[in-house]
């Protein structure tokens, strides 16, 4: 079974601070994604990355960036965190030659006060 | 660009009931269409896809959905439907063309489930 795993299930920051969420997946997975999910806004794609050290903008970059050093692992930073980010952040990943069905991790729930 | 519309935010069935949830997309061509599922507090769970062939596809945990072409529509269906699924349920479309191609999520359908 394809396991995507996410750093933390809950997080709570204050303003101004720096926050890493990271995400691992087991599967020797080519892409890797970033949504954050908000009530009555469904899924929104924050960042991808298709390869190690690439990364692609989605619908929503602003005031997030990402990394990916290890093609397991991808990490979203926010680098100055704000309440309007509080929200869930849910990693997903995909094998490169696939019909783009995505497996997702359990989410972290990130509240910024 | 494509989009998904799933008509119904809030759906509630009574346990045993059938269900469908409805799903209609917007796209030039026939896209690879999919449902997932999101228990509360959980990641989202892919629950059946369409690519080609049969319209009638079969999923996980009893659910099947049919692809209607002339309708833009790949609404899901269960029977009888249990507690457990009480749950949120996503549509998804993605092109059916070569290279990545961005997955377009619908806003998601709650489903609560009464004795």
């Known amino acids: 079974d394809v396991k995507v795993t996410q750093s933390s299930r809950y997080l709570v920051k204050r303003t101004g601070e720096k926050v890493f969420l990271e995400c691992v997946q087991d599967?020797?997975?080519?892409?890797m994604f970033w949504y954050r999910q908000d009530p009555g806004l469904g899924l929104r794609l924050i960042y991808f990355?298709?390869?190690?050290?690439?990364?692609e903008k989605g619908d929503i970059p602003e005031g997030y960036s990402v990394s990916r050093e290890k093609k397991e692992r991808f990490s979203l930073i926010l680098e100055s965190a704000s309440t309007n980010q509080t929200s869930m952040y849910l990693c997903?990943?995909?094998?490169?030659?696939?019909?783009?069905?995505?497996?997702f991790g359990p989410g972290t729930r990130l509240t910024v006060t | 660009a494509q989009s998904v519309t799933q008509p119904d935010i809030h759906i509630t069935v009574s346990e045993g009931a059938s269900l469908e949830l409805r799903c209609n997309y917007s796209?030039?061509?026939?896209?690879?269409l999919f449902w997932y599922v999101q228990s509360p507090g959980q990641g989202l769970q892919l629950l059946l896809k369409?690519?080609?062939?049969?319209?009638l596809v079969q999923g996980i945990k009893g659910f099947e959905a049919e692809f209607k072409r002339s309708q833009s529509s790949f609404n899901l269906r269960k029977p009888s439907v249990h507690w457990s699924d009480a749950a949120e349920y996503f549509c998804?479309?993605?092109?059916?063309?070569?290279?990545?191609?961005?997955?377009?999520f619908g806003i998601g359908t709650k489903l609560q489930v009464i004795p």
């Open positions: 990355s298709y390869d190690v050290k690439m990364k």
């Open positions: 369409y690519f080609s062939g049969d319209t």
């Open positions: 599967m020797d997975h080519e892409n």
């Open positions: 997903a990943s995909s094998p490169l030659k696939t019909r783009r069905e995505q497996y």
């Open positions: 796209y030039g061509a026939t896209p690879y």
């Open positions: 998804a479309v993605v092109p059916n063309s070569g290279g990545y191609q961005k997955v377009t």
